[in-house]
């Protein structure tokens, strides 16, 4: 054993085999670096990106303001305020929509939570920006993310399933909630 | 004794656990005591049985077929089997017929998240349905402006229909159609009308009733919940008060909570939103030069005071201050407002708006009885044989005091005798005298006459206990001479009744095991108002009822905490507990317990006070909450009393008639904002909490004394609001049992005794006197200034809730007297007599009885101008709610008032 390990140390073998991976490399160079953004890399068939709001085919907004996303959510990214339609008494929508997306950790857990598929994850996901409050959005901007990321709509409920009974409608003769 | 037993219980099994319960127990509540939960819809513990729903079905032993628990009582030996496959599956297919027409829109529903159907459900069915068939939809009709009605959510379980008439006895709602097409509606074309106590939005189990005024604000989930009270009446009920991120959403009371047992009224239910007007006072605010006010800083508003108050003292002495407080305050403020009057300025000069009636009750009680309290509690009341009722209309003064005297007569099955200005007619809202066995209507000058008739009778009839007559034979003698100095004649040409009216009630009166005679605003805010109540606690001693168990009079306040006023001593006569001012081992204790001296000087009542500032003998006052200016009738000249002042201070929630007088306003917290402790009608001493932070800079009534204390170098310090109540305990003897159940106090009979022997001898002659002649002309009505139903003082006219109910005060006339005066349903009015005239709106209601005309106190301060005021000689209790008047009808529209 000594005699090997003398003859090893003269002849320099470790080295000599550390040198052997890094002539390999060398010789076969394969970059792996992405060149970002210059290029991009594919998405997953289900990529959780950037959150939306959604529109019936009618463009009026789905999202029904029952704030079930708002606790599904585990970071507390939502928040809603829900009240009566204008002009529409008894039905139900949000008045106020907001997502503070510095928070949010693109779970899906809102999406999955929603009884009117109102919320959709974009493949959007080049959000950074400078300012963090940028990140703080409101219905309007979710409802332009989602307008441009889910150009295909949905029919109203009723036309779906015909058999959702009076899901969140209004009535005309009756007065406005009063204030 | 083991047979004894097995005589009082029987033995049952559910699921395996034996438990012993009392015969007649039903299967569902023997479970419930057992830990066992089973699922059900249509039952309710404060209703009868209907088993309509069918979710509770369980297996018995024994029994072929499942049976309903809710509706099977105990029996020996019964073996209850509630999760066999058997049951699970009848569960299952219920479910499943309800679901098939339920429109399952959870998310939108204000219920979901809270929902009985919910929650079952998901724990009993699978999570498809088998129906293909389109849903059962039913045509919205407008309902009412505070509860929202969803009638494709409802599952016909009827609990809303058997609440509205088995406990509150309104009978408003009714179901309509058969099978699955059955609906509740209300009887009416037009939008409900009813006693709008919330209690169908409560009980429903599934969204098909909720409240319009929370509507789509919130999800359960979200609310933060504040077990307080309710700042409405004397009743003392207990309010879950809900808010989200600070913002009120909706008030509740759940099933067994507080004296109410979850039972609210529409001032409860709806009328929430007063204490978060917009017009809330949010910065102390100091008088300019000009009369405008100028918000300032809390060290700003408090030195200024401390400066003025010191140079008054100063200059003028410490009896050149007055200080009046309300009864809506809690009882550490109250403590601590006397204290601070007493202590730090050094008057008895203090008052409180139980001298506006209260304080007559409980001088009675107090002369008589040697208590300040009931000697009885809500149970009694239930469990009484017989009731008295004297002026109350109990049901919308005191409401949930009504729906015991209810519970009593409509499932205890008690004689109700009630000596009311009210005819025995159903209306939209439920009047105790339509229960009444023996109802006495009376106008409402003579409910003294009326009580002296009962006790006529009861002397008459020999129904007297034979025991008193060896007791205090000269008591027996001289009220019987009293008595017979009114003839019947007398009596009757002034009530329209006579002799007969009274025998059956003083038979039935005497007879009676248990008897609870309750005295209303009718007797406590009239003339004579202490004397009556006297007057009736002779009847209870002279049927022998006086002192038994279950046995009591009692008097109902008007604000929650009138009985906490008094007991704290923030009334001119009375040191906390109350003791009399000139009691010396009460001074003494006290002087101990506060380091400080308590004044010699005697104190001054409301009315002395106002006259006292007149003249120019009181320099400041400090008023905290209560607004005489818009309370008294203007020839009380309370502005001119107030103007003639050197300095005002007052502390407010809002910018009121009497706070646009003050030199310095201060913000006040409302209820939902402070804790402490109220004391209710009955004396029992609740907690009050915390449920909101304070709006604006407002703080807390007692924070205020005690910096306004350090400012004017006598500090009374406290951290926080229990430790005020801490001291109230060891100033008070035997003080605060706080707790769900009252502990009434025991009548003393060595002050009956004396009352017996030589204390009745001072004003007999008086009380029973009967000089009153009725002088109403034809043409004139009696004016009764009357509680509304909906609303509480001026406080809840800012609830926009109760608004939607009653916005303005209409005069209640009798069909008959409209027709004699040519009056129709909304005919403008012009309300005359000596003092001056008021215009109003005409509304007929039945109810009313003829001769007399109601309006409600809380609207048209004009009309207040009418009103006679007359100061008790004896409490300086100011009366001010009848008069009488020429109703004319007016040919132009009221401006305005369209």
Known sequence: MKFRDWIKTITFYEILLGMKETIKHLVHYKPITLQYPHEKKPLAENYRGMLALLRYDDGTEKCVGCDLCEAACPSRVIRVISTEVPGEPTKRYAKEYYMDMTRCLFCGLCVQACPVDALGMTREYEWAVYDKRKLHLNKEQLLAIGDRAFPVREKQLEFQHPNVAYFNVSFKDIPEKAN | ?898
């Not at chain 2, 500090?715 to 769900?740: C, D, N, T």
């Open chain 2, 1 to 898: 004794m083991a047979n004894q037993e097995s005589d009082k219980f029987v033995t049952i099994t559910v699921d395996g656990i034996t438990a012993r319960v009392p015969p007649g127990t039903l299967v569902i509540e023997a479970a419930r005591q057992i830990g066992v939960m089973i699922p059900h819809f249509c039952y309710h513990p404060k209703l009868a049985p209907d088993a309509n729903c069918r979710m509770c079905l369980v297996e018995i032993e024994k029994i072929p077929k499942l049976q309903t628990s809710c509706s099977t009582p105990v029996a020996e030996g019964m073996v209850v089997k509630s999760s066999v496959p058997n049951v699970e599956e009848a569960r299952k297919s219920v479910l499943e017929f309800i679901l098939a027409n339920h429109p399952l829109d959870c998310p939108v529903c204000d219920q979901g998240g809270r929902c009985d159907l919910q929650d079952f459900s998901h724990e009993y069915t699978p999570t498809t349905g088998r129906f293909k068939e389109l849903k059962r939809i039913f045509p919205k009709e407008y309902f009412s402006p505070l509860i929202e009605t969803q009638m494709n959510r409802c599952i016909q379980c009827l609990r809303c229909v058997r609440y509205c008439d088995q406990v509150m006895d309104v009978q408003a709602l009714a179901p309509s159609g058969r099978g699955t097409m059955t609906e509740i509606k209300h009887f009416s074309i037009h939008e409900l009308d009813c006693e709008f106590c919330g209690g169908c939005v409560q009980i429903c189990p599934v969204g098909a009733i909720t409240s319009r005024l929370s509507m789509y604000d919130f999800r359960p989930w979200m609310l933060k919940r504040a077990d307080t009270i309710c700042t409405y009446c004397g009743d003392g009920c207990q309010i879950t008060i809900q808010t989200k991120d600070n913002e009120l959403i909706e008030v509740n009371s759940t099933h067994g909570a507080g004296r109410n047992n979850g039972d609210l009224c529409p001032r409860g239910y709806f009328g929430y939103h007063a204490s978060v007007h917009a017009d809330r006072l949010n910065h102390p605010l100091i008088r300019q030069q000009d009369g405008t006010y100028a918000e300032v800083t809390w060290e700003d508003a408090l030195e200024l005071i401390a400066e003025r108050f010191s140079q008054i003292k100063l200059a003028h002495g410490a009896d050149a201050f007055g200080g009046l407080i309300t009864s809506r305050c809690t009882n550490e403020e109250l403590y601590l407002f006397q204290k601070f009057m007493r202590v730090v300025l050094g008057t008895n000069r203090i008052d409180s708006s139980a001298r506006y009636g209260h304080i007559n009750g409980i001088q009675a009680l107090r002369r008589v009885q040697g208590t300040h309290r009931w000697t009885v509690t809500y149970e009694d009341i239930v469990a009484a044989d017989t009731l008295l009722l004297v002026g109350t209309n109990i049901t919308e003064t005191n409401p949930i005091t009504g729906l015991k005297v209810k519970e009593a007569v409509k499932k205890q099955g008690a004689a109700l005798i009630t000596i009311e200005s009210l005819l025995p007619i159903r209306g939209t809202i439920s009047n105790i005298t339509t229960l009444a066995s023996h109802h006495v209507p009376v106008h409402p000058d003579y409910f003294g006459l009326a009580v002296l008739g009962l006790i006529k009778s009861v002397l008459e009839q020999g129904l007297a206990t034979a025991s008193l007559s060896e007791r205090a034979p000269t008591f027996v003698q001289s009220i019987r001479s009293a008595v017979g100095k009114v003839p019947w004649e007398t009596v009757e040409r002034h009530l329209g009744l006579g002799r007969d009216t009274f025998v059956e009630a003083a038979r039935t009166f005497s007879q009676a095991k248990r008897v609870i005679i309750l005295a209303g605003q009718g007797v406590l805010r009239a003339p004579q108002g202490s004397d009556v109540v006297t007057n009736l606690l002779d009847l209870l001693i002279l049927t022998g009822h006086h002192g038994r168990p279950g046995c009591g009079l009692g008097t109902l306040a008007e604000e929650n905490n009138d009985q906490g006023a008094v007991e704290m001593g923030a009334v001119a006569e009375y040191l906390p507990g109350p003791s009399e001012l000139g009691d010396q081992t009460a001074r003494k204790n006290l002087s101990k317990i506060w380091g400080d001296e308590i004044p010699q000087s005697p104190g001054a009542t409301l009315m002395d006070m106002l006259e006292e500032a007149r003249t120019g003998r009181l320099k400041a006052m400090f008023i905290v909450g209560e607004n005489p200016v818009a309370t008294l009738p203007p020839q009380a000249k309370v502005e001119e009393s107030l103007d003639g002042l050197e300095f005002l201070v007052c502390q407010e929630l809002f910018l009121t008639e009497t706070a646009k007088r003050a030199h310095v306003v201060l913000p006040a917290c409302s209820y939902a904002e402070k804790d402490g402790t109220f004391t209710n009608t009955e004396g029992c001493v609740q907690s009050v909490r915390r449920a909101m932070e304070p709006i604006g800079e407002s703080r807390p009534d007692w924070e205020v004394f005690s910096a306004l204390s350090l400012l004017m170098g006598n500090p009374i310090e406290y951290g926080e609001a229990k430790e005020i109540f801490k001291e109230i305990r060891s100033a008070i003897s035997g003080y605060g049992l706080l707790g769900p159940s009252a502990t009434p106090p025991r009548i003393k009979d060595e002050v009956v005794d004396r009352y017996l022997q030589e204390g009745f001898k001072t004003d007999v002659e008086v009380r029973y006197a009967f000089e009153q002649e009725n002088t109403q002309p034809d043409e004139m009505l009696t004016l009764a200034s009357v509680q509304s139903l909906f609303h509480s003082g001026k406080f809840s006219t800012r609830a926009k809730g109760l608004l939607q109910i009653q916005a303005s005060g209409f005069l209640n006339v009798n069909p008959v007297d409209a027709t004699r005066l040519g009056l129709a349903d909304g005919d403008p009015v012009r309300l005359s007599n000596t003092r001056g005239e008021a215009t109003t709106k005409v509304k007929l209601l039945d109810r009313v009885p003829v001769g007399v005309a109601f309006f409600p106190e809380h609207f048209d301060q004009n009309i207040r101008g009418l009103f006679s005021l007359e100061t008790d000689p004896q409490t300086r209790v100011p009366y001010f709610k009848l008069t009488r008047v020429r109703v004319d009808r007016m040919q132009e529209e009221i401006p305005g008032k369209g």
